[in-house]
């Protein structure tokens, strides 16, 4: 792996896991264009705003990177998240339990900035974790 592609790793796990948003500025084009479940594409500022919703919602976010590997020239992460649940989140008001979510970005780079993102999160385990009713129980 590149030291260009660890540099990104770092920064992007700073700009999570320190709330460090002006990383963002650094590691992404100006053009930059996100992919996220439950919201319309996002620029650069408008996913700086969402990173910054997971840790209005869960004060004490924070990410681990599983794995990471590099093909063509796209950086895929698979991510693991944590939090306690303090706010709203997709209307489930605060429950105060740690919830976990995994998690896959794959990143588009061009001269080692990110053009854009994908991203696929498991929001149906998380309001699973939520939920005071378990929801795989109340199927059967």
Known sequence: MSMAIQHFIQQFDDMV????????EEIFVPQFIA???FMPRLNRSSYRAYMQG?????????QEINDSF???????LRVSYRGTHKRDFLGIPATYREI???GISIFQIENDLVVE???ELDIFGVIQQMSVVNLM????
């Open 35 to 37: 992919h996220v479940p």
């Open 17 to 24: 896991n320190k709330l460090d948003c002006h990383v963002g």
């Open 117 to 119: 993102n994908w991203t």
């Open 100 to 102: 976990t979510m995994s």
């Open 54 to 62: 997971f840790r209005i919602t869960f004060p004490d976010f924070c």
């Open 70 to 76: 590099v093909a063509n020239s796209r950086l895929v």
């Open 137 to 140: 129980s109340s199927l059967s």
